[in-house]
């Protein structure tokens, strides 16, 4: 369960780990060099930063060090759509889905889908 918010650059970490899984430092700079033209040390700060959240941590155990996330991506998804809900909508997600509804973002779902929630 995710207790702290994750910044759109610590995503951007976030989004290496949860394509890949667990990753070495340098397989993780590499993923994450894929989308950001970030440096090393711009990646390591928030990976400290994602790590004193507890949102990943280093392991160890085979022999060779990892970052492992700790925070599922539908976890993080639950936790952002939740913060949206609760400053737009009063905490109502039924009102948001009637939002969406309304503004025709959710003509992609199906009508049984909607009628669900």
Known sequence: M???AITEAESAVMAALW???ALSPKALLEEVRKEQSWGDAT???LLNRLMRKEIIRSDKTSGVLVYVPQVSRDDY???EVQAIVD???EGDRERLVLYLKDQAAVSV???ASIAKV
């Open 2 to 4: 995710l207790r702290a």
């Open 19 to 21: 394509r890949r899984g």
């Open 43 to 45: 990646i390591k700060t």
């Open 77 to 79: 998804l639950d936790y």
């Open 87 to 89: 400053r737009l909508f």
């Open 109 to 111: 779902f199906e009508p």
